[in-house]
């Protein structure tokens, strides 16, 4: 097995090319530093076959001298520099490695360069070439347990925005079944995607993993890594999240576009009068219908599609006592369909991904996805997101592929949007009565204000509690340019045809933060907030309150 020195100290990189290489059957070495990296080899009884390298380690220099030592020290160890810095070629150094790649680098391209070093790597890469696409994992259980799997995967090659490149499905099975499916995206780096097995028995059993040819984007590769094996049982945190948690199948009218795609489910908990409950929510790639990309981000902040879609009140002995799912036209209505040990099999089957119960196990693909456990007393429900930023970036590049954003230039362009990184977000706490609020902005020196609902009555926020709205800043303007913020308070827009006073009444008790967002559309802290009055601000319609950044 080639024997492969990887130094990089980006840990998210590192993480991810280790994995390329092990699967592709490479034993890899890994060092986050020059001084790391000199000090392994000097502990080492072998060298390694190669040396792949960033060449920031964190500066440039720093990856020369690197560079420099180890032509002195091992003038024969080959060396690969990785860089996107301008002047290594011309630079003497140059003349020190063997390869020079360009960042961003192409995974085939990678392992090509590695390959002509030497003629055995060659032959170990052309007898391996499956290994990134399947692996085993036994494991026992000493007991009857709920099981999570934690498994590390990658797909360097794909990318949600283009065409016969979106994802890699991969199959996860189990005792030798396949029994459902994770999408698995390309971020730039690795992710560890948390997925239940569901109730199984004490003894051995053994988790598979394999790229499934008949859902993955053509041009979508998989590499596997490690996969931890999690038994629950009552007491942890997770038992009982984990143990209800639904089973979901992709919608049939989505098959094979890559759209609407599930991202994360969440969940949380209480207790009523009908005892304690545990409410599930699935957040989406998009949706097809119902709500326009447009109006999600004036009354929701964001492009993805989030829906609650399974309630359940447990007995004494944890079991359910009462159910509700969320299914067309948004009606709450009892869980009347089989189970999968105490996970309901749920299907969305509407274009804004409402649920119906599933009687037959469908051909096309299963989620099980382990719910991440929840607290939104302090903020919205985008907070999920804001945790786990990748969906952001899937939502930007589904948007992107499906054509839902306008042409540059074009202010309205019926419910397209503008390129999502030309927008903030503001999260606040809000209650009115008969009323409604936007939220507007101006910049520095101008008198003119921008305003989230773009004019449109619907877009409006007229529900209490956290909230957030996305408001799209012109071509050519940043968001460090803005001198002032306002919240408006209006009319609900259906108040003409109520027999109700006009006259209402907003609060904003509450700021939560300012959001902008980077070249990958992911959200970053843009700044600080004004304290306001520990009642709030208090607004009747018609007016507005403005603030400073």
Known sequence: MPRLLLIEDDPDQRRL???????????????????EALAMLSASGALPDCVLMDLRLPRSEDGRRLIRTLHALHPDLPVVVLT???????????????EVLRKPVRTERLLNALSRLASFLFACLLALPAAAQQRSFPFLLESPAEVVAELELASPSSDWASPGREAAAAAIGLDGETKHHVLVFAEKDSRRYRVFLGPLPAGRHTLSVERDPRHSAPGSSL???EARIRPLSPGDPLYEPVRHAPVLFARDSAAGRFSDALLLVYCTRGRDARGPWIEYTAVFSNEDGG?????????????????YVYRVWLDPQGRPARTLIQTREHQDVPYDGPYFGLHPLLAPVTDNNMVEPVLNDPPGLRFQLAPVLADLSGGSRERVMDAAPFAYEIACKEIRREGKIRAPGKWIDAEKIADPRRYFVAEFYTETENAAVQLLYRFRNENLWRASALGIGR?????????????ELPEGRSFAGIGEFAFQCLSRRDLEKQPVPKNGLCRILRLGGLLTFDSRCRPAASAGLPAIPKEGWQLHVGEMVSFQP
């Open 17 to 35: 090319r280790a994995l390329l290489l092990e699967s592709r059957g490479y034993r890899v070495a890994c060092a986050s530093s020059a001084l």
């Open 84 to 98: 996107g810095a301008a002047g290594f070629e011309s630079s003497p150094e140059r003349s020190l490695v063997r």
């Open 223 to 225: 590499v596997i890594g």
């Open 291 to 307: 709500t326009s990309t447009r109006d999600l981000m004036a009354r929701w902040g964001r492009a993805t599609d989030i829906e």
């Open 459 to 471: 877009n409006f926020i007229e529900r209490d509690g956290w909230a957030r709205a996305a408001v």
